[in-house]
């Protein structure tokens, strides 16, 4: 009898064990999914966000180098203030933020910053070669970063169009360097 016992005993033991372990791989799978799930949804909404401050600049930025001014707008120095305001709330916005983001999407941001600070810096509407130099990198630089922080927002999402998409935008200046040596 007491073999039998023995013998019903593990199974019973060995099936527990199994179960134990089961749930606790799942409790694990579980929280790790809930903590991956906030951080995309936390990033998602940080990179939107800082792409609708990034319009704002790119608005403001826009009216301020433009060789044209319409009718109505505000004239060139309060062009200046405007832009410099939703520039310094682009940049505290992204201050605030920034740990949501990857390193990759932080140093851009670092750079996009760096870029419009200079642009703003560079504008002088009264030297009308200055002038034009910043208005063609204006144009040349802000879609760049528009498409960049539009890539980086889909990857947030989880596209694995976008993934690849911001790999290969990440890995062709390498490349590029590479081929060059």
Known sequence: ????????????????????????????????????????????KVVASLFKHFQDVKQ?????????????????DEKAKLAAESFDEFQTYYRHNY??????????????????????LDFDH?????WNEVWKRFEKESPEITVRL???FRAALGHRGARLHRFWLDIRPRLSRLVRQ
């Open 60 to 76: 403001r930025f826009a009216s301020l180098v433009s060789p044209i001014d319409y009718g109505g707008e505000p004239d060139k």
């Open 126 to 130: 009264e030297d009308l070669a200055k």
């Open 150 to 152: 539009e890539i980086e």
């Open 99 to 120: 740990i949501w983001l990857s390193r990759g999407v932080s140093g851009r941001v670092e750079n996009f910053m760096n870029k419009y600070r200079q642009t703003f």
């Open 1 to 44: 009898m007491e073999q039998l016992l023995t013998n019903l005993s593990q199974p019973v033991v060995s099936t527990l064990f199994v179960a134990v372990v089961t749930v606790f791989l799942s409790y694990l799978a579980g929280r790790r999914k809930t903590v991956h799930d906030r951080l995309y949804e936390e990033r998602a």
